[in-house]
């Protein structure tokens, strides 16, 4: 299994950015695919998930502002995330991971495939 992120980057508040990960390699039905971010001192957070039937969810800091989408390609699927509206509380490190639906459904809490990281500066 492999995950690879892109679009980092750095931008002013207010902006927009798009992550994008490749996952290729993982070919389980059920999952959860996710997005996370560890800013510096800070323990790394959820930021948004989506599962097998499409339903997301956000954290309550990036509601309404982040987006996140999946598509599908034979056996390499691309994760996205677009944000919108950055704030500085945004900036982080953002890895994205895969692992089984019960971490979707709250009884799992531990994701199973990491990438390395995108790094996010939004600077006022």
């Known amino acids: 299994v492999e995950l690879v992120e892109s679009g980092g980057g750095s931008v002013q508040a207010g902006e927009s950015l798009r992550l994008s990960c490749s996952v290729s390699?993982?070919?389980?039905?059920?999952?959860?695919m996710g997005w996370f971010r560890q800013a510096p001192g800070k323990e790394r957070e959820e930021v948004a998930t989506?599962?097998?039937?499409?339903?997301?969810?956000?954290a309550h800091s990036v509601q309404g502002r982040f987006t996140i989408s999946l598509s599908q390609d034979n056996a390499k699927n691309t994760l996205d995330l677009q944000m919108n509206s950055l704030n500085l509380e945004d900036s982080g490190m953002y890895y994205c991971?895969?692992?089984?639906?019960?971490?979707?459904?709250?009884?799992?809490?531990?994701?199973?495939?990491w990438g390395t990281g995108t790094l996010v500066t939004i600077s006022s």
């Open positions: 991971a895969v692992g089984p639906s019960m971490y979707c459904s709250g009884d799992r809490d531990v994701m199973d495939y």
């Open positions: 989506i599962d097998e039937h499409g339903r997301t969810k956000y």
């Open positions: 390699g993982y070919t389980f039905a059920l999952y959860c």
